[in-house]
């Protein structure tokens, strides 16, 4: 292909063709912005513009200075071979497969943040390393979504037509034509690397340490807006071999376990209870697909999509306001099972994954319980197998031992994609506790309601496609799944006598602006349901979260021994004194007497009150100064307590960490 513009300089060639990159960078960002419009444009207003202006140079000025070292090196470099014909056409095309790389690289996470609400970041390698699914997700994906590959044919194809090649040059014939241009070339490439270095730093001032994700806050209002603010190739560099962990050190060790401290020491009045727990970790199964929760949306009318669950709401312990701790699956694990939040990266894909683990399914073997973790898609997937077994599950049941038992066909059953449908997998776990001897606890981790977001061929007709939202479908036919599965449950000697916990591992994919603000995209729902009617029913004015269920099940059964969990337990504590915090793109949001607040790491970004401002539309920061100094008091504390017991290997309490 013959480029359309030919300069003599080298130097100039370069300066364009980086100008260019500049305008790739820059159109990925708007179409990122169009593909995720619902999400991220209700923040954005004209006076905003120059920030997220600025913010988005700054993050693509450090990307391209990344991406584009070796570019610059082979275009600028004071030597004179690099004036042929073949020099020059190996550099174009070393240009144009790394800026393809990145275009792609962004695109790509445009469609992928909606499952996220943020950028990836180098784990997300990690993350499906073991997955045998991948080529046939990403083809559905590329079918469904076929304008973003377009887009990227397109945008490939104007790289390839606008770059500026050097004419060939033909050598000096006198000495001062050689002095000429090496000394340019050289001043030019002297230049550059300072530029480069700075650019890669975010600033030139002393002060200036390399730019990370966190920094993409100080341009914007809301956690969801950074993301349109970064860039994917930079997310992925600045977290390449980076440490994940570092303790801010905000407070010495006895004021701060005097903050907060997530080690729980039993009182001597507990009552022992023999029952068994059953934890239904639901797919994607958000807080606004269940009609019981949003009784207000919709001006009333509002029906959701899970009528089962709202049944078994109406006989549960629920909570006014209930989250997750993560936005992906393998986040959902550790909160739930292990009360591990995600703070910065998904806890199992960084070198604190190696420490010694505790959780539910530990404390609980050592007490006579037989423990299992059932999960339909092929053993190994997501890393659950290996989680299960670092954090002591006795038992793993997935695809293999489904197909395994003669009661199923494993092979009809099996969605052709990621795992067995919900509706046999559960009636299958059902049964299989049956097995188990008692007392037992047990996690299930369905699968349907994940992409490709298809449900059985003998059900399509009953849920049909309702909208855009291709989730509904696969809502109903879970719901219905759970349903069928409560009903063999109830039929099983075990019963009675058992603690049903209802959750999700993250959200997906929301209909309503209420669910796409930064909090809402956090919204899960929380359930804890006892068949035998001890533990009631009811709505609590109260903050939940996935981190609270390991405390709040222990300490009701009477676990007489101290342990590590980062969350609270709901029965005990009083409801003006419960509490939330996640983790979103670099952002720290922490919920405390029906407020939110926004944390950098280092000061408050954002204080809003959640009863009369969900929308997050007025800052009131400054304004609430007793309220705001706690509610930074304790996210410090708990940053730090997970900060320091992940780098010094202190998340279980053995007999030498007890008094620690």
Same mark, same amino acid.
């Given at each position: 292909?013959q480029?359309?513009?030919?300069?003599?300089?080298?130097?100039v060639?370069f300066?364009?063709?980086?100008?260019?990159a500049? &305008?790739?960078?820059m159109l990925?960002?708007i179409e990122f912005?169009?593909?995720?419009?619902?999400?991220?444009a209700?923040g954005?207003?004209?006076p905003?513009m120059?920030?997220?202006?600025?913010g988005?140079? /700054?993050?693509?000025t450090?990307? @391209?200075?990344?991406?584009?070292?070796?570019?610059?090196l082979?275009m *600028?470099?004071?030597c004179?071979?690099?004036?042929s014909?073949?020099?020059?056409?190996?550099? +174009? $095309?070393i240009?144009l497969?790394?800026?393809?790389?990145?275009? @792609?690289?962004?695109?790509a996470?445009?469609a992928?943040?909606?499952? /996220?609400?943020?950028?990836?970041t180098?784990s997300?390698?990690?993350?499906?390393?073991?997955?045998?699914?991948i080529?046939s997700?990403i083809g559905?994906?590329?079918?469904?979504?076929?304008?973003?590959?377009?887009?990227?044919?397109?945008?490939?194809? &104007?790289?390839a037509?606008l770059?500026?090649?050097?004419?060939?040059?033909?050598?000096p014939?006198k000495?001062?034509?050689?002095?000429g241009?090496?000394?340019?070339?050289?001043l030019?490439?002297?230049v550059?690397i300072?530029?480069?270095? @700075?650019?890669?730093?975010?600033?030139?001032?002393?002060a200036?340490?390399?730019?990370?994700?966190?920094?993409?806050?100080?341009?914007?209002? /809301?956690?969801?807006?950074?993301?349109?603010i970064?860039n994917?190739?930079?997310?992925?560099?600045?977290?390449?071999g980076k =440490?994940?962990?570092?303790s801010?050190r905000?407070?010495?060790?006895?004021?701060?376990?005097?903050i907060?401290?997530?080690?729980?020491?039993?009182s001597?009045?507990?009552?022992?209870r023999?029952k068994?727990?059953?934890v239904?970790?639901?797919?994607?199964f958000?807080?606004?697909?269940?009609?019981?929760?949003?009784?207000?949306?919709?001006?009333g009318?509002?029906?959701g999509?899970?009528?089962?669950?709202?049944s078994?709401?109406?006989?549960?312990v629920?909570?006014?306001?209930?989250?997750?701790?993560?936005?992906?699956s393998?986040?959902?694990?550790?909160?739930?099972?292990s009360?591990?939040?995600m703070?910065?990266?998904?806890?199992?894909?960084t070198?604190?994954?190696?420490?010694?683990?505790?959780g539910?399914?530990?404390?609980?073997?050592? +007490?006579?319980?037989?423990? &299992?973790?059932?999960?339909?898609?092929?053993?190994?997937?997501?890393?659950?197998q290996?989680?299960?077994?670092?954090?002591r599950?006795?038992k793993?049941?997935?695809r293999?031992?489904?197909?395994?038992d003669?009661?199923?066909?494993?092979?009809?059953?099996f969605d052709?994609?990621?795992?067995i $449908?919900?509706?046999?997998?559960?009636?299958f776990?059902?049964?299989k506790?049956?097995?188990?001897?008692?007392p037992?606890?047990?996690?299930?981790?369905?699968?349907?309601?994940?992409?490709?977001?298809?449900?059985?061929?003998?059900?399509?007709?009953?849920?049909?496609?309702?909208?855009d939202?291709?989730?509904h +479908?696969?809502?109903?036919?879970?719901?219905?799944?759970?349903?069928?599965?409560f009903?063999?449950?109830?039929?099983?000697?075990?019963?009675?006598n058992t603690?049903?916990?209802?959750t999700?591992?993250? /959200?997906?994919?929301?209909?309503?602006?209420?669910?796409?603000?930064p909090?809402?995209?956090?919204g899960?729902?929380? *359930?804890?349901?006892?068949?035998?009617?001890e533990?009631?029913?009811?709505?609590?004015?109260?903050i &939940?979260?996935?981190?609270?269920?390991?405390?709040t099940?222990?300490?009701? *059964?009477?676990?007489?021994?101290?342990y590590?969990?980062?969350?609270?337990d709901?029965?005990s504590?009083?409801?003006?004194?419960t $509490?939330a915090?996640?983790?979103?793109?670099?952002?720290?949001?922490?919920?405390?007497?029906?407020?939110?607040?926004?944390?950098?790491?280092?000061?408050?970004?954002?204080?809003?009150?959640l009863?009369?401002?969900?929308?997050?539309?007025?800052d009131?920061?400054?304004? =609430?100064p007793?309220?705001?100094?706690r509610?930074?008091?304790?996210?410090?504390a708990?940053?730090?307590?997970?900060?320091?017991?992940?780098?010094e290997?202190?998340?279980?309490?053995?007999?030498?960490?007890?008094t620690?």
């Amino acid at each position: 292909m013959q480029t359309q513009t030919r300069v003599r300089s080298t130097i100039v060639a370069f300066v364009l063709n980086t100008i260019m990159a500049y &305008a790739v960078f820059m159109l990925s960002r708007i179409e990122f912005l169009l593909e995720n419009w619902s999400s991220i444009a209700p923040g954005l207003s004209w006076p905003k513009m120059g920030d997220l202006l600025t913010g988005s140079l /700054t993050f693509d000025t450090s990307a @391209i200075a990344y991406t584009g070292i070796l570019y610059a090196l082979l275009m *600028l470099v004071p030597c004179f071979k690099k004036e042929s014909r073949g020099w020059q056409t190996a550099t +174009k $095309w070393i240009y144009l497969t790394v800026n393809t790389v990145c275009l @792609i690289a962004n695109v790509a996470d445009s469609a992928y943040f909606r499952f /996220t609400g943020r950028r990836s970041t180098a784990s997300l390698f990690q993350e499906f390393a073991n997955e045998d699914n991948i080529a046939s997700i990403i083809g559905s994906e590329l079918l469904t979504r076929w304008y973003l590959v377009l887009f990227v044919g397109v945008m490939g194809y &104007a790289m390839a037509r606008l770059y500026v090649q050097p004419a060939p040059r033909p050598r000096p014939a006198k000495v001062s034509g050689w002095v000429g241009y090496y000394a340019t070339h050289t001043l030019a490439l002297g230049v550059y690397i300072p530029i480069a270095i @700075i650019g890669m730093r975010g600033g030139a001032t002393d002060a200036t340490r390399p730019i990370t994700i966190t920094n993409a806050n100080q341009y914007v209002d /809301t956690p969801s807006e950074a993301a349109l603010i970064l860039n994917t190739p930079f997310s992925l560099i600045r977290t390449m071999g980076k =440490k994940t962990f570092e303790s801010p050190r905000y407070y010495d060790r006895a004021e701060l376990d005097a903050i907060y401290t997530p080690l729980h020491t039993p009182s001597d009045t507990l009552t022992e209870r023999r029952k068994n727990v059953v934890v239904l970790i639901v797919e994607s199964f958000g807080r606004e697909f269940i009609g019981a929760y949003n009784e207000r949306l919709d001006g009333g009318k509002y029906k959701g999509y899970a009528p089962f669950v709202d049944s078994l709401y109406s006989r549960s312990v629920s909570f006014d306001y209930t989250f997750c701790n993560g936005r992906k699956s393998i986040d959902g694990m550790p909160s739930i099972l292990s009360s591990i939040p995600m703070f910065v990266e998904p806890f199992f894909l960084t070198p604190a994954a190696l420490n010694d683990v505790g959780g539910m399914a530990d404390c609980l073997s050592r +007490k006579g319980y037989e423990t &299992a973790f059932f999960h339909g898609a092929a053993n190994g997937s997501m890393g659950f197998q290996g989680f299960a077994r670092h954090t002591r599950f006795d038992k793993y049941f997935g695809r293999t031992e489904y197909k395994e038992d003669d009661r199923f066909d494993g092979d009809d059953d099996f969605d052709g994609t990621w795992a067995i $449908w919900d509706e046999p997998f559960l009636q299958f776990y059902a049964l299989k506790m049956s097995e188990l001897k008692e007392p037992f606890l047990t996690a299930v981790f369905t699968a349907t309601s994940h992409h490709p977001f298809v449900i059985p061929e003998a059900y399509r007709d009953t849920f049909p496609e309702e909208d855009d939202n291709v989730m509904h +479908k696969c809502i109903r036919y879970t719901d219905h799944s759970l349903r069928r599965f409560f009903e063999t449950a109830s039929r099983q000697p075990w019963y009675d006598n058992t603690i049903f916990v209802f959750t999700s591992d993250h /959200t997906n994919m929301a209909d309503h602006a209420e669910y796409k603000t930064p909090l809402g995209l956090y919204g899960s729902p929380l *359930l804890i349901f006892d068949p035998s009617g001890e533990i009631g029913a009811g709505r609590r004015h109260c903050i &939940a979260q996935q981190i609270d269920i390991m405390p709040t099940i222990l300490n009701h *059964l009477g676990f007489d021994e101290p342990y590590i969990a980062f969350g609270k337990d709901l029965f005990s504590t009083p409801d003006d004194e419960t $509490w939330a915090v996640n983790y979103n793109n670099g952002i720290y949001q922490y919920v405390e007497s029906n407020h939110l607040l926004l944390f950098d790491g280092h000061e408050a970004r954002g204080l809003y009150d959640l009863d009369n401002d969900w929308m997050l539309t007025s800052d009131l920061r400054g304004q =609430k100064p007793d309220l705001q100094n706690r509610m930074e008091r304790r996210v410090k504390a708990i940053i730090q307590q997970y900060m320091e017991r992940m780098t010094e290997d202190r998340i279980v309490v053995r007999e030498q960490q007890a008094t620690k």
